[in-house]
């Protein structure tokens, strides 16, 4: 068997299409959907994440407000600007790059977005929502892999779905979305004793544990779905997923390449996230 690949890139591209004539509507009814992002410190991942939000944004003629500070920035400085960005009625989305330096406290900084501007979904009130089966913002990168699996039709309902990592931005929001779907999940992480008994018995299987190449075929039962979620950056500088995509793709139905897959979806999700803020707050039908 050879694997039907996954195109994330191309699958962004058109959504980013139908967003860009969605941002001229809206635009026509004068609504000008603006996205602040903050970036505290000199992570390069982080960085480089950033200019592609910002660029992207230009992009879809969405405004981009960049807030770059210094890694020693203090916490009530940062909580200062959260609740300017809150009560600026021209920003609609605010997004707080992560990870955050090891000083501030990640939980206290999220909680401070405005739930109806948290287009990353990270606040305790839409992860709350999400809980509830009733989501307000869903975290981008899990909407990018359920919006991946619906545009090639891959049934989700009564399957063995395991979700390897366990984090706000990715693990936990993904089990979420597919339990919704009906899908039995199981979550692995760093603690799991016999993973590959685990994973050898999913249909579905979704790794997000930023280890280079980890998931090998041996790893898989033959026909399975892999969504590899990991961006890991080799010595090389060559950029590779957390799934091994050569041995992999011989045994899989369907795979995600890295890049191309379920990267460039999360900052289209990012974007839909963005408009559906400012329609929120202009009460548009949505
Ligand atoms: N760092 C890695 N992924 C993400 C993401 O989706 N949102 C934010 N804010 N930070 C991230």
Same mark, same amino acid.
């Given at each position: 068997?050879?694997?039907?690949?996954?195109?994330?890139?191309?699958?962004?591209?058109?959504? !980013?299409?139908?967003?860009?004539?969605?941002?001229?509507?809206?635009?026509?009814?004068?609504?000008?959907?603006?996205?602040?992002?903050?970036?505290?410190?000199?992570?390069?991942?982080?960085? *480089?994440?950033? #200019?592609?939000?910002?660029?992207?944004?230009?992009?879809?003629?969405? !405004?981009?407000?960049?807030?770059?500070?210094?890694?020693?920035?203090?916490?009530?400085?940062?909580?200062?600007?959260?609740?300017?960005?809150?009560?600026? #009625?021209?920003?609609?989305?605010?997004?707080?790059?992560?990870?955050?330096?090891?000083?501030?406290?990640?939980?206290?900084?999220?909680?401070?977005?405005?739930?109806?501007?948290?287009?990353?979904?990270?606040?305790?009130?839409?992860?709350?929502?999400?809980?509830?089966?009733?989501?307000?913002?869903? $975290?981008?990168?899990?909407?990018?892999?359920?919006?991946?699996?619906?545009?090639?039709?891959?049934?989700?309902?009564?399957?063995?779905?395991?979700?390897?990592?366990?984090?706000?931005?990715?693990?936990?929001? @993904?089990?979420? @979305?597919?339990?919704?779907?009906?899908?039995?999940?199981?979550?692995?992480?760093?603690?799991?004793?016999?993973?590959?008994?685990?994973?050898?018995?999913?249909?579905?299987?979704?790794?997000?544990?930023?280890?280079? *190449?980890?998931?090998? #075929?041996?790893?898989?039962?033959?026909?399975?779905?892999?969504?590899?979620?990991?961006?890991?950056?080799?010595?090389?500088?060559?950029?590779?997923?957390?799934?091994?995509?050569?041995?992999?793709?011989?045994?899989?139905?369907?795979?995600? $390449?890295?890049?191309?897959?379920?990267? $460039?979806?999360?900052?289209?999700? @990012?974007?839909?996230?963005?408009?559906?803020?400012?329609?929120?707050?202009?009460?548009?039908?949505?």
């Amino acid at each position: 068997m050879k694997a039907e690949i996954l195109d994330g890139k191309n699958l962004a591209l058109k959504i !980013k299409e139908e967003l860009k004539r969605e941002v001229q509507d809206l635009k026509n009814q004068g609504i000008n959907p603006c996205l602040a992002v903050v970036l505290v410190g000199e992570n390069k991942s982080s960085q *480089k994440y950033v #200019s592609f939000k910002e660029k992207t944004c230009k992009e879809l003629d969405i !405004k981009s407000l960049v807030f770059r500070l210094p890694e020693n920035t203090e916490e009530t400085s940062l909580i200062k600007l959260i609740d300017e960005l809150n009560e600026n #009625s021209q920003v609609n989305g605010i997004l707080i790059q992560l990870p955050l330096p090891k000083h501030l406290n990640q939980n206290k900084v999220l909680e401070r977005i405005s739930p109806f501007k948290d287009v990353d979904g990270f606040t305790p009130f839409c992860l709350g929502r999400l809980l509830i089966d009733s989501p307000l913002f869903i $975290p981008c990168t899990p909407k990018g892999v359920i919006r991946i699996l619906d545009e090639y039709k891959i049934n989700l309902e009564g399957k063995q779905a395991v979700v390897i990592g366990r984090s706000i931005i990715v693990g936990k929001p @993904l089990s979420l @979305l597919l339990l919704k779907r009906n899908a039995t999940v199981t979550m692995c992480h760093s603690k799991t004793m016999n993973l590959q008994d685990i994973t050898k018995k999913a249909d579905i299987l979704c790794v997000a544990i930023g280890r280079e *190449k980890f998931i090998t #075929s041996n790893m898989i039962k033959k026909g399975a779905v892999v969504i590899d979620i990991g961006i890991n950056v080799t010595a090389s500088g060559k950029v590779v997923g957390d799934v091994n995509f050569d041995d992999v793709k011989e045994k899989a139905s369907y795979i995600t $390449p890295v890049p191309g897959g379920v990267g $460039p979806m999360t900052i289209a999700m @990012l974007m839909e996230n963005t408009i559906h803020a400012a329609k929120l707050q202009q009460r548009v039908a949505i």
